[in-house]
């Protein structure tokens, strides 16, 4: 493609709370690695709970795709782990699937996962989290983050780490889940390599703007 094409891309990401949004800053500083020098404008579309699903996921999508600032792209990005009592997802196929049945065949949509929640991603830097939680030496709930599941979900492992630690108090997505990435700023690739969603979570993004994808 001609230079330049991508120089005002702009893609929607469709997310879940406060810790998705302390994850961004993150996720921009490692795509501008890897987009030489092409301008990405990665904007939030934050809803507090569960993104929205069925015609209302539709209209959100199709809103952000034909306004007058419109998007190039709008990724949704759900946790598979979003009510233990009423789950919405057998699992992260399912979850893909159904965004797409909802929204229809928009090309420009991209339903991604989360397995079973955003603190997978986190839980390869355990070493911090071990130290954040006031040096408690609990063992790493397994080596693939992605394969914690419903029944204790990543965020659980986080907060009951935190709990039996020295630290003051329990686990604060808002605030912990910064420290965590800001204490592996510069190690991002790390969670990506050890949790498949989020690689191709990310490779979607490097794909709309013509970058190199993550092997």
Not at 38 to 54: A, E, F, Q
Not at 90 to 100: L, N, P, S, T, Y
Not at 185 to 207: G, H, M, P, Q, Y
Request: glycine share 6%; charged share 30%; hydrophobic share 35%.
């Amino acid at each position: 493609m001609d230079d330049g094409v991508f120089k005002n891309m702009k893609i929607v990401l469709i997310i879940e709370g406060e810790t998705e949004r302390v994850f961004l800053p993150y996720l921009r500083k490692f795509l501008e690695t890897r987009l030489e020098g092409n301008m990405l404008k990665l904007v939030s579309h934050k809803y507090d709970g569960r993104i929205p699903t069925k015609e209302k996921l539709k209209r959100v999508v199709e809103n952000h795709l034909s306004r007058k600032d419109a998007a190039d792209f709008v990724i949704a990005l759900t946790d598979v782990y979003t009510d233990r009592n009423n789950p919405i997802f057998k699992d992260a196929a399912d979850a893909k699937e159904k965004m797409r049945l909802w929204v229809g065949s928009e090309p420009r949509f991209f339903p991604h996962t989360a397995l079973h929640d955003f603190e997978a991603w986190l839980l390869p830097y355990w070493t911090t989290i071990q130290k954040l939680s006031g040096g408690h030496n609990m063992t790493c709930p397994g080596n693939n983050p992605e394969t914690v599941n419903h029944q204790k979900s990543p965020a659980y492992w986080i907060k009951e780490i935190f709990e039996k630690g020295k630290c003051r108090d329990s686990y604060i997505k808002p605030r912990d889940a910064g420290r965590i990435l800001r204490e592996n700023k510069d190690n991002l690739l790390k969670s990506i390599n050890s949790c498949s969603e989020f690689k191709a979570f990310v490779n979607t993004i490097l794909a709309c703007c013509s970058g190199k994808v993550l092997p």
